[in-house]
């Protein structure tokens, strides 16, 4: 049986209407991507303006005007040093443009045999090919090994976030180097939120261990912040966990709310390092060019978003929703059918012990007027920072909801994924 599909006609704030005029709270921010709501009236007239001058024009001989505001924004955003931006079609695509750099970065730097990297158990990377390749291997992507390229893996971490830190923790990451470390272009990971794989927060801590490593072997260090970043756990970026400048990346991906869900668009910051080295090698010019880079509605779209970050206070967003979160989650640990429970920011996460059948997910997600979109073991709410108290509330409930019910089959469709 196939995971249950609404025909969608319409959305506004955090509410999806259906073709049958019924109202559903979008639960997962349509996979997280829509931060300030559906159709914000600013995005939307940003990319109204923008259609009136210029659909698109390729970013290849020209540039415009949204693509270099765009930039100059995300690198006084970025962390301290990543100046440098190329802008992508999708998160995927970012990971994939990430990963290239660093094999460019050290084919320049008299490097040519380090052209792999090294990868966190427990990791999402997106579903194109390179990121499939850098996502748990034992996740939802196990099908298409045989078409991906092959990297290294370390363990995930176990030592969750706001538990001590235990040095042993970073061994198995530390061996991993230690054979192979003369073959490793980059390490790459999501900082302290794994989250469509594993849906796990961990220590920060294992970050600044990475970039200590990093700079100690001569090997690149990139953060996906496409699901975490713009402050879905709390401070704008998740590797600042860490503390202030503790474990800054070499390059980093961003996606997701960078449109506010408008449309699809992604961002690679890179430090100046990486950048000129890049173009002091054969070829000189970075080596990726996709048709819609620096689409510029997409762009108009990306500078209305961060507007709308600038004027608030998303940070203070992020703790409200999590302590609804922690109010209305916690008591589900005593269900019989939940394995965990866990809560960082605006990010609430129920692990289950075996998944409810689809029928009644379905039900639940009528009966409630909450759009909740399950997957592995995992019940979880990414909602819009816009959701109201109410709304928070309603969420709770239907997550409770679904706790309460039966174990179900395992589906024919398992991947439910992001």
Known sequence: MAPPVFAAERASGTRIVLADGTELIDAVASWWCVAHGHGHPAIVEAVRRQSEKMCHVMF???THEPAVELAERIAAIAPPGLDRVFLADSGSIAVEVAAKMCVQYQRAAGRPERRRLVALKGGYHGDTCCAMALSDPDGMHELFRGIMPRHFFAEKPRIPFGAEWEA???DSMRRVIDEHGDEIAAMICEPVFQAANAMWFYNPEYLVQMRRLCDERGILLVFDEIAAGFHRTGPRWAHEHAGAGAAAPDI???GKALTGGAMTLAAVAASSRVAETISSGRPSAFMHGPTYMANPLACAAACASLDLFAAGDYASR????ERSFLEGLA???????VADVRVLGAVGVVELRAMPSVGDLRRVILETGVWLRPFSNFVYSIPPFTASGADLSRICEAIREVCAL?????PDDPEFHE
Do not use: Q, T
């Open 60 to 62: 290849g001989g020209f």
């Open 318 to 321: 992020a703790s409200r929703i």
């Open 168 to 170: 042993s923790d970073f």
């Open 252 to 254: 980093m991906c961003i």
């Open 331 to 337: 008591p589900l640990r005593g269900f019989p059918n």
């Open 406 to 410: 039966p174990p179900g089959p395992p």
